[in-house]
């Protein structure tokens, strides 16, 4: 099974960036799943988790740095 194809693995990283002190790398968010998701992957989830809080009181930025 493949964990981009579960709701699970965009949960997992929803939970890591609001509990997290600081901004997370990309590398940081890939390690949360063992570098098994490609930076494409984590990059769809954080666009799906964009949209997801669209409207909501919390915002999904990126950094330059």
Not at 21 to 31: A, K, N
Not at 50 to 59: F, I, L, M, T, Y
């Amino acid at each position: 099974m493949d964990i981009l194809d579960t709701p699970d693995a965009v949960r997992i990283l929803e939970a890591a960036l609001l509990c997290s002190h600081q901004p997370l790398s990309l590398r940081e968010m890939r390690q949360l799943f063992d570098d098994t998701v490609s930076s494409d992957g984590v990059r769809a989830m954080l666009a799906a988790i964009q949209a997801q809080w669209a409207g909501k009181g919390v915002e999904l930025k990126e950094l330059a740095s």
